[in-house]
């Protein structure tokens, strides 16, 4: 990820990219197809300047088109990332970081990767957060000193795998 401006590319694993593909087919495919019949049958009902329905429904249907957008451009600006290419002497993304919590003592493993992919409750972190941000670059024994909303995290880097 070095070198690129962060928003340029998007850094996606194989398996994350053919999801996005699968769900771009399926907007475009049966997605758009029901939305056409939700409309078609709001027309049917009449005065259009006074139908909810047919508002909604277009309403819909900006949404819709709106996230197809969005995932082409995901799509468009992709570039595929594997773990076994990135090296493991230091924090980058994909790197599986084990963390000591230097106040409570308690250890953390998290997986960094892109925004797109970030889940907290999977222990997935994207690389743009405060936490992600503040390890790229860090070794085992490195302490870093994080700022995020609820105060200052201080973490020592405990171990790297991919």
Do not use: C, W
């Amino acid at each position: 990820m070095q070198g690129d401006e962060i928003g340029t590319n998007v850094y996606l694993t194989r398996e994350r990219l053919s999801e996005i593909e699968a769900e771009l087919r399926e907007l475009k495919t049966n997605g758009r197809k029901t939305i056409a019949a939700k409309i078609a049958e709001a027309r049917g009902h009449g005065d259009l300047s006074e139908n909810a329905e047919y508002d909604a429904a277009k309403e819909e249907q900006q949404h819709h088109e709106l996230k197809i957008a969005r995932l082409e451009l995901t799509l468009s600006r992709a570039k595929i990332i594997q773990a076994s290419d990135l090296p493991n002497d230091k924090i980058y993304i994909l790197s599986r970081v084990k963390l000591k919590d230097l106040k409570s003592g308690q250890n953390f493993e998290y997986l960094l990767v892109s925004p797109e992919e970030s889940d907290f409750e999977a222990n997935k972190i994207s690389v743009t957060s405060p936490i992600g941000k503040a390890l790229l670059g860090k070794k085992p024994g490195d302490s870093v000193e994080i700022t995020v909303p609820v105060g200052k995290l201080r973490y020592e880097v405990l171990a790297i795998s991919r």
